[in-house]
């Protein structure tokens, strides 16, 4: 990576974000993806009309910022000027710096290490590929590889402890099937993601099979505090394989680490029913 491809990922990395209740907004990430996407279909203009943009970005806003809330995607779309990767001009065009937009042309793969660098600092891994394909940046063209920071990227010893007190087993539907005496498809995930601020600790995580892993992460499901598993009323799809693997966990218990020390904390619970659970 050149030295300039370096210093853009550093600013998109450190864009200032506003901070309430330990929660990141994602709006000038997702408006940066958005771009990003637009360049990677072929858009051949630096600046772009908001008209244009905001469908677009409302759609991720909607999907991807707090639950139950009303986004304006005209608020990053102006504040993301003072980070000093994006320009405004005649106060309705917008599009990345011109010193950034020409690394794009330059070098098309740059366009997936720009957005995953985005990513990494704002959602956890599960929900990368869901919010890439949201704003039209699709992998394995371009011959892109992820790199490692797309695996699990988390702390050994974080993912041991959790794993040891479900005792290998996802708390919500007890999958546990290995191969070989290997043990394939579970996962380890914060409550409260890391990325805002959510501990490497057990009462924070949870063992989950891929699929409930990325149900908590997106929002599907949720906990209660009294450790009831939640399931939002809106999910849809094939209603028996639905009710497989989400409608018949409702209300129902989470599974109790053998330790009642290491019962998931409310106030992770809580932070993940007010952030991230898309409830009805
Ligand atoms: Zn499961």
Redesign the pocket.
């Known amino acids: 990576m050149s030295e300039i491809q370096k210093k853009i990922i550093e600013k998109f990395k450190k864009v200032r974000r506003s901070a309430v209740g330990g929660h990141l907004r994602p709006h000038k990430p997702l408006l940066m993806l958005v771009a990003l996407g637009m360049i990677a279909s072929g858009n051949t203009s630096r600046l772009n009309s908001f008209s244009e943009i905001k469908p677009k970005l409302q759609n991720l806003l909607d999907k991807f910022g707090r639950p139950g809330e009303m986004h304006d995607p005209r608020n990053p779309f102006e504040h993301l000027k003072s980070d000093g990767v994006w320009e405004v001009s005649d106060g309705d065009k917008g599009g990345f710096a011109d010193w950034v937009y020409e690394e794009f042309q330059k070098d098309p793969s740059f366009i997936f290490k720009a957005a995953e660098a985005v990513l990494s600092e704002t959602f956890p891994n599960s929900l990368h590929e869901i919010v890439l394909a949201d704003a039209g940046i699709r992998l394995g063209i371009l011959g892109y590889t992820p790199s490692l920071a797309w695996q699990s990227g988390q702390d050994a010893n974080f993912v041991g402890r959790v794993m040891a007190a479900y005792a290998h087993k ?6 546990d099937t290995s191969l070989d005496g290997n043990l394939f498809g579970l996962d380890v995930a914060h409550i409260q993601w890391s990325l805002c601020d959510g501990p490497d600790e057990v009462n924070n995580g949870l063992v ?6 990325s149900a908590l992460d997106f929002g599907a499901i949720s906990i209660d505090e009294n450790f009831k598993i939640l399931v939002s009323k809106k999910l849809e799809g094939n209603p028996e394989i639905r009710h497989f ?1 989400f409608d018949r966990f409702a209300n129902k218990p989470l599974m109790r680490p053998n330790n009642p020390e290491d019962l998931p904390d409310t106030k992770y619970l809580k932070w993940h029913h007010e952030w991230v659970f898309k409830g009805a």
Request: with cysteine; glycine share 0%; charged share 15%.
């Open positions: 996802c708390a919500v539907c007890s999958y989950l099979c891929k699929t409930h892993r693997l």
